[in-house]
């Protein structure tokens, strides 16, 4: 396999200092420019890193009328100061953003695997890829020679399983090479669909196998094979427990060492992340009411348990350390191996699977009332392999099954295929048909927004009921939890900058469960202090899981456990130890509030952003249908007698569900004027000049911008 050169860059190496390189690369597909970029001290104090400078660069990069298919829309991956350490767990993260197809906003996604700390060892803080080419594309970033070259694909496969044990095998001289490379890819379902997502490798030395970790979210996918890109390739060959030269690296390793020793003592107590990963979250949710049952109607089934964990930790290969970046002990990258699909192209292969992860389980096994663990891990294994997100996928599966059952759905418009719930053969074959670019695979991959108009448009049905039980906000469809019962996770879901993704606010338990949050000012202050939180691991290159996944022995006994005060202490010195720069909590939520409200910001310059777009679908909020209500009319009957004043007997179902829904969208309309004070927005959801001024987000382009829609 030869690829030829078309365009060829060197550098000068230099060392990471104090966790910064000071530069960035930027790469044009259309006109094969490569060049640096230096980070302006500017820069780097309002923007940190990792989101914030993958941001920042794409704001200077386009305009108010940038699509996400026109060349200048670009791909960004940045990591962060702390990324790339090995001494603390989950310090290997990348994060990648791009205007996303399915939200015309721009995305972020939080991902594992060895590009970005390669990447940036290699010498640089941040990746820009912009522009177009006109044939399939590799990019090779070469660390060790300080080389960047844009090269010709040729003759590679598209499935990502296939592409980067192939690259892998072409860019390493041995064995002992391949853990130095990391790919990133997208395959075949990337291109004909709107959720595409991204497929960062790692080697794993003990399975002798590239494994892929998914930036999930959002299209990231869609816009990569849209730029012709086949892969990202970055070769380096001299990590070291110091390679991000921190100020001080004795604080370093002694914050990681505590954690390590609290991981190993508590994990098997506490989450299992080391046996189960995310997956012990299943049987939680399922006791609870939380796990998403046909297309959200529902939280629980009695089938729920076929999917539990003890399923995924008898299929999951013990006793290899399944961490997705070095040094994280809690491990939670776990895998299923030598796995035979048994439909699609690789029938009766022996294959191994990544995952699968709660979102996962719930969004593609019980959302669509698939409760069968073989099918979950075919779906799984397909999606990856095919570039598709897990978690649009489910969500899409699930609405096309729910409008299968009413009637806006036959086997005409489908193309044959019958989606009653829980058919794992045509949510699979529908999955084929999105790698294909063909049938009802194109339709459902355009995902839950584009449907509802066009199922109105060409089937004439109801469009309230559609934008009832289409579980998308902002154009992304909802991650993998029952909402209706938790108003704070529900502005945790719609008042997102991107649209429905949990890695914001995650409150359904301090909500709905432990009732921590009784008033709308608590609500607000949690929906104000963790998304902020929240977003400060993405500054970094941090993954968030060691936060709270693991939790010291005594932080019920401190105050504020929720925000697991000695994990956040613990942040504040490594921050400190390798950026020399010392900060406290308030500055920690500061330097995320400025590239929130950033965000914000540039989702309204790109005609968003605003409090039209942070309303739920009442599916996320309250029963949609008499069935839904009667299902759990006791719970429904209670509130309405004690919460709305209104005495439920004698009145019919249909009647209750209207004062039920009036109350709670009034519910979550104060919510919305409680958080939008909360963070220092105008009624209308728009930051005030006043509040980024406070915070330091006073680029006089972001004044500007705001102070037209204020006008
Ligand atoms: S906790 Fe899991 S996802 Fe997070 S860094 Fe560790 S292995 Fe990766």
Not at 405 to 431: D, H, K, P, S, Y
Request: charged share 25%; aromatic share 10%; with cysteine.
């Amino acid at each position: 396999m030869t690829h030829d050169v078309l365009k060829e860059y060197r550098y000068q190496l230099k060392p990471v200092v104090r966790g910064y390189n000071h530069r960035t690369l930027y790469v044009n597909l259309s006109n094969g420019e490569i060049r640096e970029k230096p980070v302006s001290e500017e820069m780097r104090k309002k923007f940190i890193g990792g989101k914030g400078f993958d941001l920042k660069l794409m704001w200077d990069a386009t305009r108010e009328t940038t699509q996400w298919d026109d060349p200048e829309n670009e791909i960004n991956i940045a990591m962060g100061p702390i990324a790339g350490n090995t001494n603390y767990p989950g310090s290997g993260k990348s994060i990648v953003t791009t205007i996303s197809p399915a939200t015309r906003i721009p995305v972020d996604c939080n991902v594992g695997g060895h590009f970005g700390p390669y990447l940036k060892f290699s010498g640089f803080d941040a990746l820009e890829i912009q522009g177009k080419a006109d044939r399939e594309t590799l990019l090779y970033i070469d660390g060790d020679q300080g080389l960047v070259q844009i090269l010709l694909a040729g003759e590679i496969p598209s499935d990502s399983h296939l592409l980067t044990e192939q690259l892998t095998e072409h860019f390493a001289k041995d064995e002992r090479e391949k853990q130095h490379l990391s790919i990133v890819s997208a395959g075949r379902g990337a291109e004909h669909t709107w959720i595409g997502c991204l497929n960062f490798s790692y080697y794993d030395k003990r399975r002798k196998a590239m494994r892929l970790k998914q930036a999930g979210r959002g299209g990231t996918g869609t816009v990569f094979r849209d730029k012709k890109l086949k892969a990202l390739v970055v070769k380096f060959s001299s990590l070291k427990g110091d390679s991000n030269h921190p100020a001080d690296l004795k604080t370093v390793q002694e914050t990681g060492l505590r954690l390590h020793r609290e991981i190993l003592a508590l994990d098997d107590e506490q989450c299992r992340m080391r046996r189960q990963g995310t997956a012990h979250l299943v049987e939680v949710m399922n006791d609870y009411d939380l796990l998403p049952v046909m297309n959200f109607r529902y939280g629980s089934h009695p089938e729920g348990n076929k999917l539990a964990s003890w399923v995924w930790e008898k299929r999951f290969t013990q006793n290899i350390p399944d961490g997705c970046w070095f040094g994280c002990t809690l491990s939670c990258a776990h895998a299923v191996d030598n796995f035979e699909p048994k439909t699609g192209p690789y029938a009766g292969q022996k294959v191994m699977i990544d995952g699968p992860e709660y979102e996962t389980v719930a969004g593609c096994g019980s959302n669509p009332s698939i409760f069968d663990p073989e099918a979950v891990l075919e779906i799984n294994f397909y999606c990856d392999t095919y570039g598709i997100d897990t978690i649009s996928f489910g969500t899409i599966t699930a609405f096309v099954m729910d409008c299968y059952q009413n009637g806006i759905l036959n086997r005409e418009r489908t193309g044959g295929l019958e989606f009653t719930w829980g058919n794992w053969r045509v949510a699979c074959e529908m999955l084929h048909q999105m790698a294909r670019g063909e049938g009802f695979g194109l339709v459902a991959g355009k995902g839950v927004r584009w449907m509802k108009a066009y199922f109105v448009k060409e089937y004439g049905a109801d469009a309230g009921f559609l934008d009832d039980i289409g579980m998308e906000g902002k154009g992304l469809e909802q991650s993998e939890y029952q909402s209706k019962e938790s108003l704070a996770q529900q502005g945790g879901y719609y008042m997102t900058n991107k649209g429905p993704q949990h890695d914001e606010a995650w409150l359904i338990f301090m909500d709905m469960v432990n009732n921590r949050l009784p008033t709308f000012e608590a609500k607000a202050e949690a929906l104000h202090y963790f998304p902020l939180f929240r977003t400060w691991f993405g500054l970094q290159g941090l993954c968030k899981l060691p936060w709270n996944d693991i939790e010291p022995a005594d932080n019920a006994q401190q105050a504020e456990p929720n925000k697991v005060p000695e994990h956040v202490q613990n942040y504040l010195d490594l921050y400190t130890a390798i950026t020399g720069e010392s900060i406290d909590k308030t500055e920690m939520i500061r330097q995320s509030e400025r590239v929130y409200n950033f965000q914000r910001v540039f989702n309204l310059r790109l005609g968003h952003g605003k409090r039209i777009d942070d309303h739920p679908p009442y599916r996320a909020v309250g029963p949609v249908t008499v069935e839904e209500y009667e299902s759990r009319v006791e719970r429904y009957d209670k509130q309405l007698k004690e919460q709305v004043g209104v005495d439920p007997a004698d009145r019919s179902t249909e009647e209750k569900l209207v004062i039920l829904r009036k109350f709670r969208l009034d519910q979550y309309e104060q919510l919305l004027d409680a958080v939008y004070g909360r963070r220092g927005w105008t009624p209308d959801g728009v930051p005030t000049p006043e509040h980024l001024t406070a915070i330091g987000m006073d680029l006089p382009e972001v004044l500007a911008l705001v102070s037209k829609h204020l006008r």
